[in-house]
């Protein structure tokens, strides 16, 4: 037996899967959204079972590599009693939307935990999700792939 030491094998990369139930953990999800984009094509909003769902390619900042690296992912918000947007153009269903954060307004103190999930978006436009309370999960659902360039900001 040599007394070379042995390299570790790199970590197999897990797919992102994670869960929100506080403003805290929304931040979390919002860090592993900037940059992510989607289409209008690509929201939608199930009124019935009170969902929005958004399919998007989220910019990998955790994977590690000199090459810069997209992923397919899902944002869903649960208990939503309304979707609106501003500034987005809904005509354009193939048109490109760069999703910078999520953040969370509370309702009145009386109606809590209840509130809105703003999706801000580049450009200025941004999606109002008026909901219960704060449950979003954001999962990985492809494995990664080379993006053209990394956001520079």
Known sequence: MSDAAVEPKPAERRP??????????????SAALQDAL??????RYEPQARQLTIALNRFCWECSGPEPVRIRAGLQLGGVL????RDMALDAR???ISILALTFEPAAADE????AVLIHLAGGGDIRAEVECIDAVLSDLSDPWP????PAH
Not at 16 to 29: F, G
Not at 38 to 43: A, F
Not at 147 to 150: E, F, L, R, T, V
């Open 16 to 29: 992102l899967r994670l869960l929100a139930e506080d403003d805290d953990d929304l931040q979390v999800i």
């Open 94 to 96: 193939g048109a490109i």
């Open 38 to 43: 989607t289409t209008v094509g690509e929201i």
């Open 112 to 115: 809590d935990p209840g509130g």
């Open 147 to 150: 993006a053209q360039a990394a």
């Open 82 to 85: 309304g979707v609106k947007s």
